[in-house]
């Protein structure tokens, strides 16, 4: 049987529950949340690891590249290297999944 499905968490819905959270203007909730993940993301096309205690990790790697087939006319494709990220949640986050 399977899980059924929730509707994802939005930007927005983020930045209603800080507003609700803080009392600040969703205005200034919004801006904050884009600086945090302009500095998240340029972090990472830098190489390096984000880590936000309690929270998770990111840590962009680069998954090595591979030869594979294609089944309808057997040909070889080359598929290369490429930048990905990784996440690993924090204790808390891993406690509240898995209790």
């Not at 609700?20 to 949340?33: E, K, M, Q």
């Not at 590249?65 to 309808?72: E, K, S, T, W």
């Amino acid at each position: 049987m399977s899980k059924p499905t929730l509707p994802n968490t939005t930007k927005a819905d983020l930045v209603d529950a800080a507003t609700d959270a803080t009392g600040f203007i969703p205005h200034d909730i919004n801006a904050v949340l884009d600086a945090i993940t302009t500095k998240i993301i340029t972090s990472m096309t830098e190489g390096r690891r984000v880590e936000i205690r309690r929270f998770g990790t990111f840590n962009p790697v680069i998954r090595k590249g591979r030869i594979v087939r294609n089944l309808n006319s057997g040909a070889d494709i080359e598929i290369p290297d490429r930048n990905i990220v990784k996440f690993r949640a924090g204790k808390d986050v891993f406690e509240l999944l898995n209790p």
